[in-house]
């Protein structure tokens, strides 16, 4: 309970939530809580990476509406080799995402290819980064307020709203564009991030294809 109270403070920036214990009848037993995040979902990117090392150091956050529908989003990359992407609807999480955070996915991975070709951060002979390269380390929060949302089974899990995918790649792409240029420092240290997971998967590839030759001549 107390941790879904801490994600509704993030999720509602501004919203104090106090959680009290009425069950304690003794005061000295009584137990009471209080949730209040004036930086909302990048007071939450905080949060989760507050043990992990920041590949750089201002958090990406926007928040921003695009035909009526309100999309807020909030990202860091960190040194792992996983990534963490929380995804909401109505302040509803969505575990199995949805066509919000496939919006989210096209705009970072275009934006990020764009930066680094005009910025020669890639060589010309290079493959664009792929969504995979661009997603290693990265923690990403994609909430989106909408006034009909369509949700796919029972639990909520996934949203299908098509135009929620429309409004976080309008939003996210342009806001995270302007945010790579007006902090070169962290979008350089980003790039160099990305570029090293590519690097990472085209010799994993490589290797693997020397195996699997040689294996094929043996």
């Known amino acids: 309970v107390l941790n879904r109270m801490r994600e509704q403070a993030y999720l509602t920036r501004g919203l104090r939530i106090s959680v009290s214990d009425a069950r304690e009848k003794e005061a000295r037993n ?3 809580y209080a949730f209040f995040f004036e930086g909302g979902v990048r007071s939450y990117i905080h949060y989760l990476n507050r043990s992990i090392t920041a590949r750089h150091e201002t958090i990406f956050y926007a ?4 035909d009526g529908m309100a999309v807020e989003v909030a990202l860091q990359y960190v040194d792992d ?5 929380v995804s909401f609807a109505n302040n509803i999480h969505t575990p199995e ?3 919000h955070l496939t919006g989210f996915r096209t705009a970072l991975t275009r934006t990020l290819n764009d930066y680094a070709r005009k910025n020669n951060l890639l060589r010309s002979e290079d493959d664009n980064l792929t969504g995979d390269d661009v997603r290693e380390g990265l923690t990403a929060i994609v909430s989106v307020k909408i006034r009909e949302p369509q949700f796919e089974g029972q639990t909520k899990a996934k949203l299908g709203n098509t135009e ?3 409004a976080a790649e309008a939003v996210f792409g342009e806001t995270f564009s302007a945010y790579l240029e007006e902090h070169p420092q962290d979008a350089r240290a980003i790039i160099a991030t990305v570029v090293l997971a590519m690097n990472a998967r085209k ?3 490589a290797a693997k294809e020397t195996v699997l030759r040689k294996g094929a001549f043996g």
């Open 97 to 99: 995402g949805g066509t």
């Open 30 to 32: 009584h137990k009471s």
């Open 63 to 66: 928040t921003k509406e695009h």
């Open 81 to 85: 080799l996983q990534s963490r992407e």
């Open 164 to 166: 929620a995918r429309t």
């Open 203 to 205: 010799a994993a590839k």
